[in-house]
């Protein structure tokens, strides 16, 4: 089964600089441009014809996998020569971007067999509700409820359409005799009824970022990761404490969710406890320390291949974890006599 549209975070981040009307717009500029581009669409197509890992063990994955991430390695050294990344510095994303988009391709065959619904991709995902109302009398009216998002570079999960309304209050049964044995009358709740009929604002389910009001009901769309991958070049303790809190914010709203780090390079020490951060796992994609960009250019540089072992232990720790019935971890924690694995 295909997946909905998926916007390519590294051909988008090419083809914005292709079309920008101010930048990139000087000769150099536009043949590294178009030498970037013929090497992308092959990097690209080559993805895309190949088909696997899927969601079911196949003898083939881990050479699917060798296979991705020998495209991978070609089109990103390509990319890494010096002449390009002096031309595009680190923040233009153009480098960056190239990982999250690997991740798609590694990703795409296996998602797609849960079904057309799946998300993929960069996210703007949910991370926290809460209540704005103006005054009281517009809280009877409707809740304003503000859902809270965090930016996500890679993200597999589902789309959310979620109302909201106010309502007359639920009064509990214990309460209406307690009021009955004191002779009390009790009123139903009331909202107001000047509530407008027609649709205020109506961009779903296009826009995440829109609210869709009728009457005294609002919609609202959002993202919810079962996976959350944050990408980097390399990573740092600061950076790291980062992806930590990003993923005690995931966990505490959804407790099944997975969160991991990978990157090319790493720049931690010894010094660093990693058990005390909250994300899932990290992987160092390159098996390498981190050496400063001005370092990694030099020609006596040794940068180590991407290593298939790393990428296939990242696969199959994402896909041991969308198999698996989260709701029967509790049943079996009680048999084996330890809840947390």
Known sequence: MALNPVILVHGSNLLQ????????????????????????DEWHKANIELRGPTKIFAPDDEEIIVKRVKLFEDYKGFLDQKLYAEKFD???????????????YLFKDMVAEFGGNALIGKSHSFKDIFFAPPGYTAMLNRPYARIEKKDHDFVIGATVQASFQSDAPIIDQAVKDEFKDKQIQLEPGHISSNLPTETILTKLPDDHDAVEVVGNTETHLFDIPAVAIECKTYLDKTMLEGSSRAAE??????????????MEWIKLTEAVNLRKYKVDQIYV??????????????DGYVKNSVDPKVVQHLFLTVRKHLTTDWTAG?????QRGWLIE
Do not use: W
């Not at 043949?31 to 090497?39: A, D, G, M, S, V």
């Not at 050496?291 to 030099?298: A, G, V």
């Open 330 to 334: 509790l049943e079996y924690g009680i």
């Open 90 to 104: 680190s923040r233009s994303n153009l480098h960056s971007s190239v990982l999250e988009e690997f991740l798609y």
């Open 17 to 40: 600089k292709e079309n920008h009307k101010t930048k990139y717009r000087d000769t150099q500029s536009k043949e590294f441009l178009k030498q970037i581009r013929l090497r992308y």
């Open 249 to 262: 914010e995931l966990k505490a709203r959804n407790p099944n969710g997975l969160y991991i780090v990978v």
């Open 285 to 298: 994609m390159r098996k390498q320390k981190n050496t400063d960009r001005e370092f990694r250019l030099l």
